[in-house]
């Protein structure tokens, strides 16, 4: 079993900087490659990022490519989103994910974390 805890969300303006962090503790927590996800109102679940705890492999969505960059803390087995130049259209809830291969599809994630949300305000 991993357990992951997200953290860090909140509202912001437009053009503004968060950065989440993600927890992640089990027995086989390292031994996963995690990614972040996020679900706005309305829409689908969407992938937003990905990296592999050993090797730091990342893959990122088109739409955050250049703002948001993923990386990780071994010592701490936390993973964290640094979301600059932030637009109204990021405004979701954010989740975080363990599965066994970087990957943009969703449910080859076998554990997620309860969700943070992020506002941006125009």
């Known amino acids: 079993q991993v357990q992951l805890v997200e953290s860090g969300g909140g509202l912001v303006q437009a053009g503004g900087s968060l950065r989440l962090s993600c927890a992640a503790s089990?027995?086989?927590?390292?031994?996963?490659?995690m990614g972040w996800f996020r679900q706005a109102p309305g829409k689908e679940r969407e992938f937003v990022a990905a990296?592999?705890?050993?090797?730091?492999?990342?893959l990122y969505a088109d739409s955050v490519k250049g703002r948001f960059t993923i990386s990780r803390d071994n010592a701490r087995n936390t993973v964290y989103l640094q979301m600059n130049s932030l637009k109204p259209e990021d405004t979701a809830v954010y989740y975080c994910?363990?599965?066994?291969?970087?990957?943009?599809?969703?449910?080859?994630?076998?554990?997620w974390g309860q969700g943070t949300q992020v506002t941006v305000s125009s």
């Open positions: 994910a363990a599965g066994t291969t970087v990957t943009v599809t969703g449910p080859l994630y076998d554990y």
């Open positions: 089990g027995r086989t927590a390292r031994s996963y490659a």
């Open positions: 990296i592999r705890w050993s090797g730091g492999d990342t």
